[in-house]
């Protein structure tokens, strides 16, 4: 069964950056896509960034395009998430999630991710960012 453990949250000043890494265990992660979810206190969880398989294709939220990098290295079996020019509202915790079969669209396609279609969930990690 494959497991999920994300890492790098923290707390940063505005306009800083972070990298969270998606380490995967129990499968092979380029079978999957991953999408990147984050939640806010008091607020709904929201897709924020999607990666095909092989990494080939991926796409972002209007919220974090131009900020946020999705990669992946499949040979260690981890999905990373760049995030650049940090804002308060980007405070969250931060999940990674798999699907064997979700089809994540390109970017000419409008960005939605739904959560109740991926089956593995990372416990979340911490990004805090102060004004």
């Known amino acids: 069964q494959l497991q999920l453990v994300e890492s790098g949250g923290g707390l940063v000043q505005t306009g800083g950056s972070l990298r969270l890494s998606c380490v995967a265990s129990g499968a092979a992660l380029e079978r999957y896509t991953v999408g990147w979810f984050r939640q806010a206190p008091g607020k709904e969880r929201e897709g924020v960034s999607c990666s095909s398989p092989s990494g080939a294709v991926t796409n972002y939220a209007d919220s974090v395009k131009g900020r946020f990098t999705i990669s992946r290295d499949n040979s260690r079996n981890t999905v990373y998430l760049q995030i650049d020019n940090l804002k308060p509202n980007d405070t969250a915790v931060y999940h990674c999630?798999?699907?064997?079969?979700?089809?994540?669209?390109?970017?000419?396609?409008?960005?939605?991710?739904?959560?109740?279609?991926?089956?593995?969930w990372g416990q979340g990690t911490q990004v805090t960012v102060s004004s």
């Open positions: 999630a798999a699907s064997p079969s979700y089809y994540c669209a390109g970017p000419i396609y409008k960005f939605r991710l739904v959560a109740a279609d991926f089956g593995s």
